[in-house]
């Protein structure tokens, strides 16, 4: 055993090395709230000081992420990303047509195998679960459950937090709802969540704004229906200001996993297996926690003991996540066919 491990001290030191001989590192897609990633970028210049974090477009969403891939091969500028974060139905996308380079970090084992790539292309790092983020200056009765969110006390309320021709969190979204209104995970809960937002559009109380912690605050989407993470990690900045509720709802309780992929473009490839290095050790794995994010590891790290006390406190109630449904793949695919084909034609919304 201690010789596997000193290879691995061995080969990571190569690894560190060669990553600051490139000396930079291109990120895409990710905002310092979401998942607590502003803490983790932190925590990986503090560790490698030597190495120029270069973020790129924060605010985009999955398919951008594809693109600006597509867009730079054979770039090795500052615009071509090194490492991607996607949600799990883009992975084998990406993979498919050519995009990403395999890699599998050392603490590969203790990644679920549902959640990973065999071949190292692609791998899960962090999930939660959908949730409503409410402003409870405007909205007196929070909703407890999808149907609700149909009421009249919620006209001009209701947003998603992306555009759900493109947004992994917003596709998913109609999923859980579809879900919730009884369709099968996959395609039926697609075109069922698509006729709920009709419903809901056609009601008046669905709001075509990409909903964030700014917006809720400023009452243009009082209900942002969003991950758990980013949802808590909203209310923490905004402190009080307005007073927020964070809701699991009582059906549809749908589970998304996001993976992390190095592109088969990268510029700075040993930056980029540096960071995933990082990202997968228990440092990288409890700052998600830090953020409220379930980690990959999280069950190997419980059973190791290595999860402090005062993490685990502050995610919601375990109960709330009992119901979680982790969809398939396929339930995936079928579901963001459904959606991204579907959306323009049965709810006609266009979310900016």
Known sequence: MATTSMVQAQDLAALEAAAKEEGMLTTIALPH???????????????????????????????????????????????????????????????EEGLLQPYKVSTWDEIPDAVKDEEGYWYGDYYGVMSFMVNKDLIDTTPEDWSDLLKPEYAGSVALAGDPRASNQAILAVLAAGMAEGGAAGKDAGEKGLDYFKKMNEAGNFVPVIGKAGT???????????WDYNALAARDTLNGNPPVDVVVPKSGVLAGVYVQGISAHAPHPNAAKLWME??????????????????ARFNAMAAADKIPAELLEALPPAESY??????????????????????????GANVQ
């Open 322 to 347: 009992e119901a979680a449904y982790f969809p398939t793949l396929e339930e995936q695919a079928g579901n963001k066919e459904a959606v991204v084909g579907g959306w323009d034609a049965v709810v």
């Open 33 to 95: 709230s979401w998942c607590g990633y502003g803490d983790v970028i932190a925590g990986f210049k503090a560790k490698y000081p030597e190495i120029e974090v270069n973020e790129l477009n924060p605010d985009a969403g999955s398919a951008d992420e594809l693109e600006a891939v597509r867009a730079n091969k054979g770039n090795t500028g500052p615009q071509a990303p090194d490492v991607l974060d996607v949600g799990l139905s883009f992975g084998p996308q990406a993979k």
């Open 216 to 226: 809720l605050a400023q009452g243009a989407t009082p209900i942002t229906i969003m």
């Open 278 to 295: 990082y990202l997968y050790s228990d440092e990288g794995q409890s700052l998600w926690l830090k953020g409220y994010c379930h980690p």
